[in-house]
């Protein structure tokens, strides 16, 4: 059975070890060791990453009382130096008390009960029993988080046995566990739970609610604390820095600037879609005075799809029976009819198009399919053309 240092002091980052076995797996070595503060992936929590004697730790699993570790080399030697990703698992420790204290407030001040947990190197989420949550609901949250956070309180971690879970307020209790593991939130909660923890709340670090979405009926509320959220802070602050400096802007009159260069780009788009209008309408005339048939068909090399909609129209207006024009530059095809013809548009591309790698869809009278490249969407032309008798 391994010794499991990251329940007795999460916060061993190196340490020696015996290797107690070593077998080989599908190309890769699956190491165990008399002693690990490697945490094995489990309970909404990611497993540590490192090394043993210099060697890669890529994933770390539990197998029963023992913690697996894999590795693509086998470490040298049954004496072993072995050290964690110290900076992975802070950042884990401290979304993973976060979670408990933001899941412990949001159950107290609105009734809201957490389902799952999502944590991750890049991510950190819970999912929580309710439809959705106002803006004033999750600024509530957020000051009642930050305000435990500041206070210190302690984070315990204690064991009892499973008859004496009634003597606590726990949420959950894991079935088939006979010793619990708790962690006790000073004055806030207890929860069984086998996850590293901080010390403190203060440990934390600040935490912040940055969205929330709707999952299977029930909100799902994405957060950041701690060194990931210093992270994310300078990532933002710089990106912020390089906007000013584009756009020659202080700080104070940055969205004053933004809204002006929204402005003029609404003004330059009108009258660039004014004056499109006009080319498309000789554009048009000179299109179907070089098409033999009733349809019109061509590929252009650099318009838009919302510019082939305004041709596509034009041409059925001015007595084409249907129209087929794809462009290079996004690798899509309009297909359209002026309703004589006893085709549907929406059918052939939903039942041709993945021929030719294609999707999309639409009406009876128009539909759009995007290809992956202008090679298919040649193919594809050609074949819809030839379909029409063109």
Same mark, same amino acid.
């Given at each position: 059975?391994?010794?499991?240092?990251?329940?007795?002091?999460?916060?061993?980052?190196?340490?020696?070890?015996?290797?107690? =076995?070593? +077998?080989? @797996?599908?190309?890769?070595?699956?190491?165990?060791?008399?002693?690990?503060?490697?945490?094995?992936?489990?309970?909404?929590?990611?497993?540590? &990453?490192?090394?043993?004697?210099?060697?890669?730790?890529?994933?770390?699993?539990?197998?029963?009382? !023992?913690?697996?570790?894999?590795?693509?080399?086998?470490?040298?030697?049954?004496?072993?130096?072995?050290?964690?990703? #110290?900076?992975?698992?802070?950042?884990?420790?401290?979304?993973?008390?976060?979670? @408990?204290?933001?899941? +412990?407030?949001?159950?107290?001040?609105?009734? +809201?009960?957490?389902?799952?947990?999502?944590?991750?190197?890049?991510? /950190? /989420?819970?999912?929580?029993?309710?439809?959705?949550?106002?803006?004033?609901?999750?600024?509530?949250?957020?000051?009642?988080?930050?305000?435990?956070?500041?206070?210190?309180?302690?984070?315990?971690?204690?064991?009892?046995?499973?008859?004496?879970?009634?003597?606590?307020?726990?949420?959950?209790?894991?079935?088939?566990?006979?010793?619990?593991?708790?962690?006790?939130?000073? =004055?806030?909660?207890?929860?069984?739970?086998?996850?590293?923890?901080?010390?403190?709340?203060?440990?934390?670090?600040?935490?912040?609610?940055?969205?929330?979405?709707?999952?299977?009926? @029930?909100?799902?509320?994405?957060?950041?604390?701690?060194?990931?959220?210093?992270?994310?802070?300078?990532?933002?602050?710089?990106?912020? +820095?390089?906007?000013? !400096?584009?756009?020659?802007?202080?700080?104070?009159?940055?969205?004053?600037?933004?809204?002006?260069?929204?402005?003029?780009? #609404?003004?330059?788009?009108?009258?660039?879609? /004014?004056? $499109?209008?006009?080319?498309?309408?000789? &554009?048009?005339?000179?299109?179907?005075?070089?098409?033999?048939?009733?349809?019109?068909?061509?590929? $252009?090399?650099?318009?838009?799809?919302?510019?082939?909609?305004?041709?596509?129209? #034009?041409?059925?207006?001015?007595?084409?029976?249907? /129209?087929?024009?794809?462009?290079?530059?996004? %690798?899509?095809?309009?297909?359209?009819? %002026?309703?004589?013809?006893?085709?549907?548009?929406?059918?052939?591309?939903? *039942? @041709?198009?993945?021929?030719?790698?294609?999707?999309?869809? =639409?009406?009876?009278? #128009?539909? *759009?399919?995007? $290809?992956?490249?202008?090679?298919?969407? %040649?193919?594809? $032309?050609?074949?819809?053309?030839?379909?029409?008798?063109?």
């Amino acid at each position: 059975m391994t010794e499991k240092l990251f329940y007795t002091d999460p916060k061993v980052f190196e340490w020696d070890a015996e290797v107690t =076995g070593a +077998a080989f @797996h599908d190309g890769l070595w699956h190491v165990t060791l008399d002693k690990t503060a490697f945490y094995p992936e489990g309970g909404g929590q990611p497993c540590d &990453l490192g090394t043993i004697a210099g060697k890669e730790v890529i994933h770390v699993m539990k197998k029963g009382e !023992e913690v697996v570790h894999i590795v693509k080399e086998k470490p040298e030697g049954t004496r072993v130096h072995c050290q964690i990703d #110290k900076i992975r698992r802070l950042v884990h420790t401290q979304h993973h008390s976060g979670q @408990h204290l933001l899941a +412990a407030v949001c159950l107290k001040m609105y009734g +809201a009960k957490t389902l799952s947990i999502h944590l991750s190197m890049n991510s /950190a /989420a819970i999912e929580l029993d309710v439809p959705a949550l106002s803006d004033e609901q999750l600024e509530n949250i957020e000051k009642e988080v930050n305000r435990l956070i500041l206070s210190g309180r302690r984070i315990r971690i204690f064991y009892i046995n499973r008859a004496e879970a009634g003597r606590y307020d726990l949420d959950e209790i894991p079935e088939g566990i006979e010793r619990l593991r708790i962690v006790e939130i000073e =004055g806030v909660e207890y929860n069984a739970c086998g996850g590293t923890h901080v010390g403190s709340t203060s440990e934390i670090g600040p935490l912040k609610i940055l969205k929330t979405e709707r999952v299977r009926g @029930h909100v799902r509320l994405h957060f950041i604390c701690g060194i990931r959220l210093f992270e994310d802070y300078k990532e933002k602050l710089s990106l912020l +820095a390089d906007i000013l !400096e584009k756009l020659s802007a202080a700080q104070d009159t940055v969205l004053q600037k933004i809204e002006k260069i929204k402005k003029e780009l #609404k003004e330059k788009e009108q009258k660039y879609n /004014a004056l $499109f209008d006009e080319y498309a309408e000789l &554009l048009t005339d000179r299109f179907i005075a070089e098409q033999k048939g009733p349809t019109a068909g061509k590929i $252009f090399p650099d318009k838009t799809v919302k510019e082939l909609s305004v041709i596509s129209h #034009k041409l059925l207006q001015k007595g084409m029976k249907a /129209a087929v024009l794809g462009t290079i530059l996004e %690798n899509k095809i309009i297909l359209s009819q %002026n309703g004589d013809l006893a085709i549907d548009c929406g059918k052939i591309i939903k *039942q @041709h198009a993945p021929a030719f790698s294609g999707k999309g869809g =639409g009406t009876p009278v #128009k539909a *759009q399919a995007q $290809f992956p490249d202008s090679e298919k969407l %040649n193919e594809f $032309f050609r074949f819809v053309t030839g379909h029409l008798g063109n």
